[in-house]
């Protein structure tokens, strides 16, 4: 008897790609085109079928977004084609939604819809996990109603007179129990990342931040020599990693990566993983990593300025890294970009290694001037304390006096200088020749008396 072949995974779903782009709403894109939508649906793991549907119009329609004749149009588009469903690169209400489903007859899933489904996909800790639940429960809360209309009455036969709940009034409060329950969870890992960003004190971090699929983590494969996970596809990383980056002098710094940003992110997944972004936001130096071969290179960089300033106060004193360098034909369209930047500007190629000698440079200078010049004196006997320094730095002056004096000159952030100064015995001098001739942003926050973000949210 021979036996059918079966499938070892599900066929991938078949999709229409959809979107309005609206002219008299100011701050609205409108030359974006549905480019970055298909990335979004090839990351979720479904294909595109027909041609890309946008429609301009001046503002969106209460009822449907679309106007009646577009609708119309796509409506033709799926009965020709038969897909499993149509994204919108839109955000919908929930009205939208179940009247565009009334209409097409299909499943229709929104821009926040497919971004929280590919998160959902790539989140592999206990963190991003429950990052992610709350995000797509906040998503859903509004939308219940339109899942549940065929449960949402109570009807008049035996057994559902009388006082109780419908299903629907169930599941809301279900799901804002839920909820509630989510936060406090991750308001306590979001208390434990800060206690552990805080106890690195001794060491100069440097956290990347970028739109998604620039770069970041061939970046961070190329400084530190890791082996983190590179892919061609939007939000391939989600959890923040660090790892040890040493410099070209001996000093070694640590190098954050964390999830890419993108144009019209929702805004309750950056609400909701703003703990995942922790310790890459409260990095004493940021490095926007640029796509500089994109054509869109300019908004991505904007998008991400917006993220950020709606994230912290620390979105100033960076740098900003002009990656895939070896990818652009034109060096005026790299010089145009970075005539925009009011920072400090590199150019390199994370694949090639191009460059990555001048950002090694840059980020030396920024830790210098962050860093105190300071004599150590201590007795030639204290190995302990000699091993100690080296290990944080490359001393620039290493002398023994006469006397059996060992002297050490060297660079320390403010975090090292005081943790050597708490460990040294009570023969160790330690005399400040030059301090810091710079601050970091965050010391800028703290001195500034303005509360973070991060700690408003906290305390919200």
């Known amino acids: 008897m021979t036996r059918l072949t079966q499938p070892t995974s599900p066929p991938r779903e078949r999709v229409i790609v959809t979107g309005v782009r609206f002219t008299e709403i100011e701050g609205a894109p409108v030359e974006e085109d549905l480019s970055e939508a298909c990335g979004l649906v090839e990351a979720a793991d479904a294909e595109v079928i027909g041609d890309l549907i946008l429609q301009k119009k001046g503002r969106p329609e209460p009822a449907t977004l679309f106007g009646s004749g577009k609708v119309e149009e796509i409506e033709a588009e799926v009965e020709r084609l038969k897909p499993n469903a ?78 109780g709940e419908t299903q629907l009034e169930t599941d809301k409060r279900l799901l804002r129990k839920r909820i509630l329950d989510l936060k406090e969870e991750l308001k306590e890992i979001e208390e434990r990342k800060r206690r552990e960003v805080r106890s690195r004190g001794d060491a100069f971090t440097v956290g990347l931040v970028g739109y998604t699929n620039a770069g970041k983590s061939t970046l961070l494969n190329a400084l530190t020599g890791a082996d983190e996970l590179v892919a061609d596809m939007l939000f391939a990383t989600l959890d923040t990693r660090t790892r040890q980056w040493h410099l070209s002098d001996g000093r070694t710094v640590l190098l954050s990566d964390t999830v890419g940003f993108l144009q019209r992110l929702p805004h309750h997944l950056v609400a909701s993983f703003h703990a995942t972004l ?115 730095c490359k001393p620039i002056e290493d002398e023994v006096s006469e006397s059996g004096e060992h002297r050490l000159r060297v660079r320390l952030s403010d975090g090292a200088l005081g943790n050597l100064r708490r460990h040294a015995g009570p023969n160790v001098r330690f005399e400040v020749v030059r301090p810091p001739t710079e601050t970091s942003a965050l010391d800028e926050d703290e001195v500034g008396g303005e509360t973070p973000a991060t700690e408003r949210r906290l305390a919200e």
């Open 86 to 163: 149509v994204v919108v690169d839109n955000d919908l209400t929930p009205a939208q939604g179940r009247n565009l489903e009334k209409a097409w007859g299909v499943r229709i899933i929104d821009r926040s819809e497919l971004i929280l489904d590919i998160f959902a996909r790539r989140a592999r800790t206990r963190q991003a996990r429950l990052q992610v639940e709350l995000a797509q429960n906040e998503y859903i809360a509004p939308r219940l109603r339109r899942m549940w209309t065929h449960l949402e009455r109570h009807e008049g036969v035996i057994g559902t007179r009388g006082p």
């Open 278 to 392: 922790e310790e890459t936001l409260h990095a004493d130096l940021l490095l926007h990593v640029v796509d500089g071969s994109h054509p869109r290179a300019a908004e991505q960089m904007a998008a991400v300025d917006g993220v950020l300033r709606a994230l912290s106060y620390h979105t100033h004193g960076g740098i900003v890294v002009f990656n895939k360098s070896d990818a652009v034909d034109d060096g005026i369209v790299l010089q145009n970009l970075a005539s925009t930047c009011a920072g400090e500007v590199v150019f390199v190629s994370a694949r090639t290694g191009e460059g990555l000698d001048r950002l090694d440079e840059a980020i030396r200078r920024k830790l210098d001037a962050r860093s105190s010049l300071v004599d150590i004196f201590l007795p030639i006997s204290d190995g302990r304390l000699d091993s100690a320094v080296r290990k944080l």
